[in-house]
Structure formats: C-alpha cells, structure tokens
Nanobody, 115 residues
Framework: VQLVESGGGLVQPGGSLRLSCAASGFTFSNYVMSWYRQAPGKERDLVAAITRDGGITNYADSVKGRFTISRDNAKNTVYFQMNSLKPEDTAVYYC?????????WGQGTQVTVSS
C-alpha cells in the first residue's frame, strides 16, 4: 500500500500550488480521501475530504473558497488545488485514505508560503 504526495514547494503569498496523491495497493475508489496539514509545533489537522465518488466535499473554514479537493478514480489519484495561499498555510500536507477503521497515510509534502 502506498500513498505518494507530490507538488509541494515554495510559493509567494497569493500564489497557487496543486498537490497530487497517487495511490496504489488498495481499491482507491472504495476509500474516502482527505488532506491534512501539520505546521511546526502544531497538531495535524483535517483540511478537506472527498467522498468515494467525488460527489461530496468538505473543507475547514480556514481554506473554504481558496482550496479545492478532487479525485480521479481512474488514475487512483486525489488532488488539492490551493489558490490565494497565505503564510499561515505553511505546513506539511498529508493525504489519507480511509475505509471504516482502516486508514492509510502518505509521507507528506512540504508547502511553504513566503515572500
């Protein structure tokens, strides 16, 4: 089982990034997928989630209207489009797949928003 995030990096405030999380080793379309983030010295927080068919999405208030989660079940990939980035969005971003009590995590990708 693997979840591999990519697309992180350094971006200026107001900029955009698109994260990807490629899954393998499990039936991706059966899993609710989500993105979490963890800033230095803080807990890992849920940022967004998407249902198995992509029909329903949920977002933390801090990112509503700026970030968009989506998935392509044919490519076993979940995406995270991040626009209007702010310095407080700086964190390691993790994707997670969950089916009932079973959960898989990626290794994380660093996003740094700084001028």
């Amino acid at each position: 089982v693997q979840l591999v995030e990519s697309g992180g990096g350094l971006v200026q405030p107001g900029g955009s990034l698109r994260l990807s999380c490629a899954a393998s080793g499990f039936t991706f379309s059966n899993y609710v997928m989500s993105w979490y983030r963890q800033a230095p010295g803080k807990e890992r927080d849920l940022v967004a989630a998407i249902t198995r068919d992509g029909g329903i999405t949920n977002y933390a208030d801090s990112v509503k209207g700026r970030f968009t989660i989506s998935r392509d079940n044919a490519k076993n990939t979940v995406y995270f489009q991040m626009n209007s980035l702010k310095p407080e969005d700086t964190a390691v971003y993790y994707c997670k797949g969950q089916l009932g009590l079973r959960a898989y995590w990626g290794q994380g990708t660093q996003v740094t928003v700084s001028s």
